[in-house]
C-alpha cells in the first residue's frame, strides 16, 4: 500500500501541530516560563558576581606581643597585598583558639615578644601565623602571598648597619599553622559539607513533592474535610522525612570515616542535635512550596530554585569569604550556610554546643519564620 | 425533628463570577436528596461550602445544628464527603485506606470496625490489595465505606456512581435506602434520571441559582410543561428531519428524540398547541400528548443556559 496515502511518512503539518500545541502548553504554566528565564538569570548573577575562587580582604586577628616598628610593618604589607584585613587586635592566647574557632577570623598573626630586637639582631625570629584551614581554597593563596612577601617586607625599614639582612632569606622565621585540616585536603571540607546539601535537596523536594501530590491526586479534598488540623498535617507529612534525614546524616558521616578518612574531632551526638533544627527548617521550606505549587513538576522547580543559591552561597562550592558583601548577606540568610558551619566546626574543629549556639539559633529563628509562613499558606478551606 | 441542613442565601463567587447565587436549601433527617443540574452549575461549591471546605462570600445556614461558618470543625466530624474523584490512595491496599481513615478520625475499636466494614464489602480475600487497581465500582464502594466508618450523620455524595455498572448503581441506592430508613441525611449530586427518582425529593440548580425543589411529581407539575410524543405513521416518515423543522419554532421549547419517537414540549400550553397546528395536519405522524417526565422537564430548561454565560 501506498505510504503517503497510509500517513506514515513524515508531516510537517503534524509536527507543527504538536510544537504549536507545546508552545501553547507552556505559555499556560507561568511559573514554569519564569522558571525557564529565572534559572539562567540567578546562575548569571550568581556566578558571574557573587563567585570567586580568589578570595581576598580575610578577616585577620594581629596578636602583638612586640609593638616593635617590625612587626607592625609587616602587618602593613600583608594588608597591602589585599589578602588580609585586620580586624582585631587580641591580648591574649585565649583569644587565638576563639576566634579560629568561632570562624569570627580566618587568620591569626603573632608577633612574638622582641620580634624588632631579634630582628635587628639577625636571628630570624619565629613569627607564627595561624589559619583556619577547614577550606583549604579559602586561605591557600593569602598563605601562598605571604611566604613571598615574607622577602621583601622588611627591606625599607633594614637600613643603615641593617641593610645587610635585605639579601638571603627573610629576616625571620616564618611559620604557618593550617589549622583544622594540615594537610589541605579538600574532601575534610567537601565531604562534611555534602551533608548539608545532601539534606537541603532531598528534604525540601521530598516534602514539596508529598503535599503536592496530595493535591494533584484529588486525595486532599478528602483531607480537608476529615477532622485533621493543618498542624497535624503539616507535622505528619514532615516527620517521616526527619527520620529519612537521619538516616542519609548517618550514611555519610559512616562514608566520610571510612571511605574518606575524615576526621572526626568532636562529638557526633552534638551534631546530630544539631541537624534536627536544620532538618526541620528545609523541610518546612518544602512544606511551603507545596503549598505554592500547584503540580509536582511546578515543586521540583521550586525546590531546584531554592537549591540554586544554597549550593552557590553557602560556602559550600566556594569559599564564603571570597564573595562580595551583598552575596554574603544573602548567604546569612540561607539555612545551608548556617549548618555547614556548624557540621565542619564540630567534626573538623571539634566544636561544642557553646561554639555553635549562634548558628543553631539563627537556624532556629529561619525555621520558625518559614513554619509560620507555611501554616498560613497551607489553607484548611479551598477558597 | 431539625433539619439536617438549613442554609438560607448561600452565595459563592470565584474572581468576580458567581458560581452559587442566593441558594437555600433545607433538607430533614433521614431524606435523601438529589441535586441535580447541568455541569458547572455549583452543586459541587454548595457541598464544599456545607462541609466548611469553602467560605461563603454571603448567607449563612446549619449542617446538623451546627454554624458553617463558625463550627465547621464540628461539622466534619460528622459527616461523610465523597468527592467527584476517586479520592483515597491509590498506593494504600484496601485496608490501609479504610484504617487510615478510622485513624484520622480516632475511632475506637478500629481494628474490628475496619475488619468488618472489608467483610461488608466482601472484600476480605482481596484486603491486602492496592486501591488503585480496583475497578471503578469497587473503587467506588471502598470510598463510601471510607466514608461510613465513622458513622456520619450526614452524607454528601459527588456524582458518586459516575462510571460505575448497573448493578452496582442498584446495589448502591439500595445501601443508600437503608441507611436513609435508619436516621442518615443524604445530599447525592447525579446526573442519572433514574437516580434522581429514587430520591425523597430533588433540588434542580443552574447557573448557581435554585430553580426547583420539591418531590419529583412537584417538580414536574411544577413546571407546567405540555409535552406530545411524537411517532412516524409509516416506515416512509423521519423523525429527524420533522425534529429540524420543530428547532426554533416560538412556542416550542423542547424537542427530543427517544428512539424512533421524538418529544416535543412547551412551557406555554396556548402557545405550543398553536405552533404545533400546522404540524399536526401532516399525515406522516401520530401526535399524542403525554405526561412529561423529568428529563423533559430538565431538557427544557437546560438550552437557555450554556456554561459560563448568564442567562439573559
Redesign the interface.
Known amino acids: 500500500m501506498n505510504r503517503a496515502l497510509n500517513g506514515q511518512r513524515f508531516s510537517w503539518q503534524r509536527l507543527r501541530a504538536m510544537m504549536f500545541k507545546e508552545f501553547i502548553q507552556m505559555r499556560r504554566d507561568r511559573l514554569t516560563f519564569a522558571m525557564m528565564v529565572g534559572i539562567p538569570m540567578m546562575q548569571l548573577i550568581l556566578f558571574g558576581f557573587a563567585i570567586n575562587s580568589d578570595p581576598r580582604n580575610l578577616p585577620t586577628a594581629v596578636f602583638d606581643r612586640d609593638h616593635g616598628p617590625f612587626g607592625r610593618a609587616l602587618v602593613a604589607h600583608m594588608v597591602a597585598s589585599g589578602y588580609f584585613r585586620v580586624v582585631e587586635e587580641i591580648q591574649e592566647d585565649a583569644q587565638i583558639e576563639a576566634g579560629l574557632a568561632l570562624g569570627r577570623v580566618q587568620f591569626v598573626v603573632s608577633i612574638p615578644e622582641g620580634f624588632s630586637r631579634e630582628v635587628a639582631r639577625g636571628r630570624r625570629p619565629e613569627l607564627l601565623i595561624e589559619a583556619d584551614a577547614t577550606d583549604p581554597a579559602a586561605t591557600s593563596n593569602a598563605l601562598g602571598t605571604v611566604s613571598v612577601l615574607a622577602w621583601h617586607a622588611l627591606d625599607r625599614e633594614l637600613r643603615g648597619p641593617l641593610a645587610g639582612l635585605r639579601s638571603g632569606p627573610p629576616p625571620f622565621e616564618l611559620k604557618m599553622h593550617r589549622r583544622y585540616n594540615q594537610e589541605g585536603i579538600t574532601q575534610y571540607n567537601v565531604v562534611p559539607g555534602l551533608m548539608g546539601v545532601v539534606l537541603t535537596m532531598t528534604m525540601v523536594i521530598m516534602t514539596a513533592l508529598a503535599v503536592t501530590r496530595e493535591r494533584e491526586r484529588g486525595t486532599m479534598e478528602s483531607l480537608l474535610v476529615t477532622p485533621l488540623r493543618p498542624i497535624e498535617v503539616m507535622l505528619g507529612k514532615i516527620f517521616p522525612y526527619v527520620v529519612v534525614g537521619y538516616i542519609q546524616m548517618t550514611l555519610i558521616l559512616v562514608a566520610a570515616r571510612v571511605i574518606f578518612g575524615v576526621p572526626v574531632v568532636g562529638n557526633i551526638g552534638v551534631l546530630m542535635v544539631a541537624s534536627v533544627v536544620f532538618i526541620m527548617a528545609n523541610l518546612a521550606v518544602g512544606f511551603t512550596f507545596s503549598t505554592l505549587a500547584r503540580n509536582q513538576l511546578q515543586a521540583m522547580q521550586m525546590g531546584f530554585f531554592y537549591f540554586l543559591p544554597n549550593i552557590l552561597l553557602s560556602g559550600f562550592m566556594f569559599p564564603f569569604r571570597g564573595m562580595p558583601e551583598w552575596a554574603q548577606r544573602v548567604g546569612e540568610l540561607l539555612p545551608l550556610t548556617h549548618f555547614l558551619r556548624i557540621v565542619r566546626g564540630v567534626m573538623l574543629k571539634g566544636n561544642g554546643p557553646e561554639e555553635i549556639l549562634g548558628e543553631v539559633g539563627a537556624l532556629g529563628v529561619f525555621m520558625l519564620v518559614v513554619s509560620v509562613v507555611a501554616l498560613k499558606r497551607y489553607r484548611q478551606t479551598l477558597d | 425533628m431539625s433539619a439536617a441542613i438549613e442554609v438560607q442565601g448561600l452565595t459563592?463567587r470565584f474572581q468576580g463570577r458567581t458560581v452559587v447565587d442566593h441558594l437555600s436549601l433545607t433538607v430533614p433527617q433521614g431524606r435523601i436528596l438529589g441535586f441535580l443540574g447541568p455541569n458547572g452549575s455549583g452543586k459541587t461549591t454548595t457541598i464544599?461550602m456545607l462541609?466548611?471546605?469553602?467560605?461563603p462570600d454571603e448567607g449563612e445556614g446549619r449542617c446538623l445544628g451546627l454554624d458553617i461558618r463558625t463550627q465547621s470543625?464540628a461539622i466534619?466530624?460528622q459527616?461523610g464527603?465523597m468527592?467527584q474523584?476517586?479520592?483515597?490512595?491509590?498506593d494504600l491496599s484496601i485496608r490501609e485506606n479504610l484504617d487510615f481513615?478510622a485513624r484520622?478520625?480516632?475511632l475506637p475499636e478500629r481494628k474490628a470496625r475496619v475488619e468488618a466494614a472489608i467483610e461488608r464489602l466482601g472484600l476480605t480475600a482481596r484486603r491486602h490489595q492496592l486501591a488503585g487497581e480496583l475497578s471503578g465500582g469497587w473503587k467506588q464502594r471502598l470510598a463510601l465505606a471510607a466514608c461510613l466508618l465513622h458513622q456520619p450523620r450526614l452524607l454528601l455524595l459527588d456524582e458518586p456512581t459516575a462510571g460505575v455498572d448497573p448493578k452496582a448503581r442498584r446495589e448502591f441506592w439500595e445501601q443508600i435506602h437503608a441507611m436513609a430508613a435508619e436516621g442518615l441525611t443524604v445530599l447525592v449530586t447525579t446526573h442519572y434520571m433514574d437516580e434522581a427518582e429514587r430520591c425523597h425529593a430533588i433540588a434542580y440548580i443552574a447557573q448557581g441559582k435554585l430553580l426547583a425543589t420539591g418531590s419529583v411529581e412537584e417538580v414536574i407539575r411544577g413546571a407546567g410543561l405540555t409535552t406530545f410524543s411524537v411517532a412516524p405513521a409509516h416506515g416512509g416518515a423521519e423523525t429527524g428531519l420533522l425534529a429540524r423543522r420543530l428547532r426554533g419554532v416560538p412556542g416550542i421549547e423542547l424537542v427530543a428524540p427517544f428512539g424512533a419517537l421524538l418529544h416535543v414540549g412547551g412551557g406555554d400550553r396556548e402557545a405550543l398547541l398553536a405552533a404545533l397546528e400546522p404540524f399536526r395536519r401532516e399525515a406522516d405522524f401520530l401526535w399524542r400528548e403525554d405526561a412529561p417526565t423529568l428529563e423533559d422537564v430538565f431538557i427544557q430548561w437546560m438550552p437557555a443556559q450554556s456554561p459560563g454565560e448568564s442567562r439573559p
Open positions: 459563592k464544599r462541609c466548611g471546605l469553602l467560605t470543625h466534619k466530624r459527616i464527603y468527592t474523584r476517586f479520592s483515597l490512595y491509590e481513615s484520622v478520625h480516632g
